[in-house]
């Protein structure tokens, strides 16, 4: 038999371990008991999961594969030791390695009685549901004044003690044998047919249909129709995989969804129920993931880092070259926040805006751009300036009414609304050779994307949240989605490998110069890619807090708890890779929040997000607040000085403006509570605890600013619909991290530079990964033009360089 | 009257920590509430030369100066979390600001009861020698359900909850004073409880 022994204390000088070395050296033609010491066992911490780091990792598995555990217990303050707690509490957190494991308890300390009170709150707590362990009853086995017990050998001096002890260790052994029979695995029988049950959404409750045959679970099938395209994906793909492919229930939830992964999972048990079976052998069965894979080595011209829209496109484009690529991507399937986004994608095509009419307040931008005076732009811009404003000179005389733009108008919009100045007092703005590459290019990526087979809406230029002019080209179908479905498609279909599950975690470095990379496999495996070059499309890290915090120069504060609309993926991983090859990094203090995200979710496409100008915001008693169209960073500040919380008005018409939902989705928010709808005004307001006095009062100003084109009150100018047609909806909304302009820096062929400001060979960097190109705030629709934008030129220079001016 | 209250956990999401906001806006006419927390607090590792590291004396100093502790304690596994535990084995081991100090112990969780099995752990646990607080006897305030108590104005939203924790505060106020009756003239048990040694225990030093 093998037994673990763990010290129940991380204390440099310990009875309780010498009781166990005693145990281990006199018990040694019994039995084998490996001792495990807590000494480098991390302090729980719910909000920060090391259940993968090396030490957690090794006592799982020792515990698992061990026949039984004997833990040796002093007493602190009537209690156990806070490091016994924490080893508990990190083996019941995600892992579960007590689960039906024999546990003997023994306990050393100096008082004549001591630790029976630590003895008795360590059986309730191995007794806990999420430890669950098998604790042999009676036989305490408690070694007072401890400090007379031993020999100078470390043995017992009393032989009585011995006697004791031999004989509760005799009867642990039996116990062990006894209750491991419990833990063999039961079998199950099912009465075979599909059974129709129903899996959690976040949007309701979605239809799931699991095949059962005699003794497996063969298929499960669920509706996602009404989810939002491509993020809840990942559970709805990867958990009935992992389920079938195990067939068990013991599946790991994914990290950023796991009400929806429980979701699942429950389902499948009511299924096996409702065919006769017992769910809970198949949640006691080993995990799928747990079957050990070997180590796997691959070699090709590029490896891409990252699946999101930067690294599908630099795959494309290895591929157009003829190379071979492949993309190691973290997450069970592409997207990244590509996939979230809400579609539209900046470019200055002129020919085609022309052809739309200019709406209301845009002529009067277009003068406020030309009357800036030249002191006020930067000098490396200040020609491109010069040529604007005579282009809008010639647009207000020829009294134009239609749309106007040109790339002029995109380079300097993009460089004044990235221009900022942090907390210390640190102006940046957009480096202009990236900017240029941007805005004379980014029609070109638009053109190149319908190639590769996204179709974008000719019949409409919208304007993004937090855009700052009508150059949206829309691309039809489920928006972010429509990208990553086309580009997956693209690279697959001419033979790219797309390896999901493999977040990369090293780069091979040899001499400065890049190889390749080394990745982690889904079950664990290592995973070297050889390659000529590396191209890091991981995009940024507003889902990791910490980092955020670590550099943030702008905010005054950034919440611990705050939410973010990005996928949990985008914790700045190639930043860190890019470090470690002595990157050098720019703009790092600089995050976008996005003032209009899901209270409960961060996530921006719940409810009615419609476009600016439509937007009607009112704070918690009912009044608006702030100018609609005002910057993110004007709606944060100002959302965060009424109480963050607050909501968009839409009515019947301003419904059919919302990016990415349907009436099935809005029902079903109505119903779960994370969005109001009411016949009328007043009723609304009650449903919000606001005076309906006010609101009415509010909409019908806000009314009276759209007939009048202007708003006395925060100076809206660019209005669409009115308030009027039943019925009424209000949106729930509060700021969250959206986007980090800062990352590694490059040049315009998107080469990885080092603080000399030489390019690291062999590494390149595209998407928002990379910073100096939007500075201190990034306009709505600039990224996608971004990704598309410089992936294509990672993608060809990563083949071999060519010069873009 | 002059509180702390410890935030009995290390996670930034906590709704121990929502209460002890609550109680501090709430009964911010009766007493002034301090929140303490103890993320990145150092583990307990039992030093040889018994000092306490800096920011477990800045703790034991709050402790040590305020007029009485609230404990919001979460469960975990049937037992207050090792964070707190290791913040108590810090203060019992060293200063033992504990000593005769009046504690209101509340608790917050997930599921129904709220917490009830670890309130009765550290109750034991407060009892110890080296800590021996005057734990306020028999009301014991569980927060049931307590992902949802709270609104986004950080409100606690069950009315007859905060009746009752409106009656639980009073009550401490009273304790605290009539505590401090008590112990006016029990200096010689606290100084032998400051002096308290288990090695001498098990002797047969002092008792
Ligand atoms: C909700 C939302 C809405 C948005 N809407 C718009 C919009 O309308 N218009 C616009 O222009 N921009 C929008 N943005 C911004 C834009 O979507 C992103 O900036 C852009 O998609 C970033 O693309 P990327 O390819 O650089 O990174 P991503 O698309 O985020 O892709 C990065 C990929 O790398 C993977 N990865 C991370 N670490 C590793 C690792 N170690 N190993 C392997 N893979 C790794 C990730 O899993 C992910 O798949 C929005 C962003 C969000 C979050
Ligand atoms: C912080 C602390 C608190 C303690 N509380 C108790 C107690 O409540 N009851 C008890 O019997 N012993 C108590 N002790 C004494 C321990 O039981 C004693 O140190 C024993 O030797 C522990 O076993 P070990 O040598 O394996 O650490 C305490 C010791 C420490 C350091």
Redesign the pocket.
Known sequence: MKFIGIVGTNAAKSYNRMLLQFMKKHFSDKAEIEILELTDVPMFDESDDQSDSDIIQMFNTKISDADGVIIATPEHNHSVPSALNSILEWMSFNLHPFDGKPVMIVGASLHPQGSSRAQLHLRQILDAPGVNATVMPGSEFLLGQAQKAFDDNGDLKSEGTVDFLESCFTKFQRFTEIANLLNVPEDLNFKPGTFEVTAKGHNGDLPMSVTLSKDRIEDIDIDTSTETKGIADVVFTRIPQEIVKGQTLNVDVISGASITSHGVIDGVARAVKMAGGNPEILKKRPKASNIVQKDEEYTTDVVV?????????AAAKVLDEGKNVIV????PS?????????????AADPEWQNKFDAIPGEAHRLKEIKDMKLDDIDPEYRDDFKKLQKQIGDYLDSDGKYLFDSKLLFRIQTYLGGKRTDLQGNEIHGQYDLVKILTDHALESVKWLEKVGVSFDKNEVTM????LWRR?HKPMGP??FAY?QALQKYIEDNGAKLMTE????ELIIEDGKIYG?I?RGANGQKITIHAESVVL????Y?ANTKMLKKYNTYWTEIDDDIQ????P??????IK?GLSAGADLVGMGFSQM?PV?DPDTG???TGLQVPPANFIMVNQQGKRFVNEYGSRDQLTQAAIDNGSLFYLIADDEIKKTA?NTSQEKLDAQVKAGTLFRDDTLEGLAKQLKIDPEVLVDTIKKYNSYVDAGSDPEFGKDVFDLKVVKAPFYATPRKPAV??TMGGLKIDTGTHVLNKDGEIIDGLYA?????GGLHAGN??????????FTF?RIAGENSVEDKVLD | MKFIGIVGTNATKSTNRKLLQFMQKHFSKKAEIEICEIKGLPAFNQPENRIAPEEIQALSDKVESADGVIIATPEYDHTVPAPLKSVLEWLSYTSRPFIDKPVMIVGASYGALGSSRAQGHLRQILDAPELKARVMPSEEFLLGHSLQAFDDNGDLVYADKVTELEECFDQFLLFVDITDQLIKNHSFQTEKNKNFSWEKVSEGGNN
């Open positions: 880092v990252g699946a999101g829209g930067a690294g599908l496109t190691a991507e973290k997450f592409p997207g990244g926040n590509t996939v979230r986004a809400g579609g539209p994608m900046n993004p949240v937090g855009a949206g928006e972010g990553i493999t977040p990369v975690k990379v990745a499309a991981s995009g940024g507003g973010t609309s990005n996928s993926a985008i914790t700045g991983d190639g890779l996005m995200s996530e921006l496409f990016y959206h986007h595209a998407g928002e990964v990379a990034r306009l709505g629709g600039n990224s996608l033009a971004d990704i992936g």
